[in-house]
């Protein structure tokens, strides 16, 4: 069973960055779609990011060129670097990870989901 951890969340000022970072226990995840979602409140969840297992990435257009997603120095970590932070990024960012090969990570049914970490981004 593989359980998906995110840490890294919290309170920035508008323009700050945060670092999350997706940690699986009991895989490594070199054959793993990793996903990163957020939902704030009253609004649907929506992919903000992934990175296929042939390492394809993808983002949203809401955060192209400020959020990057790479694998981390450990096999079973992938962190998602969020710069330039801003009044519409708050929510609760959860990562996901499917195993799967390819390069797919859009549109697909992640299988293992985090409990989620919270951006608040305040002045």
């Known amino acids: 069973q593989v359980q998906v951890v995110e840490s890294g969340g919290g309170s920035v000022q508008p323009g700050g960055s945060l670092r999350l970072s997706c940690t699986a226990s009991?895989?490594?995840?070199?054959?793993?779609?990793i996903g990163w979602f957020r939902q704030a409140p009253g609004k649907e969840r929506e992919q903000v990011s992934c990175i296929s297992s042939s390492g394809s990435t993808h983002y949203a257009d809401s955060v192209k060129g400020r959020f990057t997603i790479s694998s981390g120095n450990a096999r079973n970590t992938v962190i998602l670097q969020m710069n330039s932070l801003k009044s519409e990024d708050p929510a609760v960012y959860s990562c996901?990870?499917?195993?799967?090969?390819?390069?797919?990570?859009?549109?697909?049914?992640?299988?293992?989901w985090g409990q989620g970490t919270q951006v608040t981004v305040s002045s």
């Open positions: 996901a990870a499917d195993p799967r090969g390819g390069s797919l990570c859009t549109h697909i049914p992640y299988e293992y």
């Open positions: 009991g895989s490594a995840f070199d054959y793993y779609a």
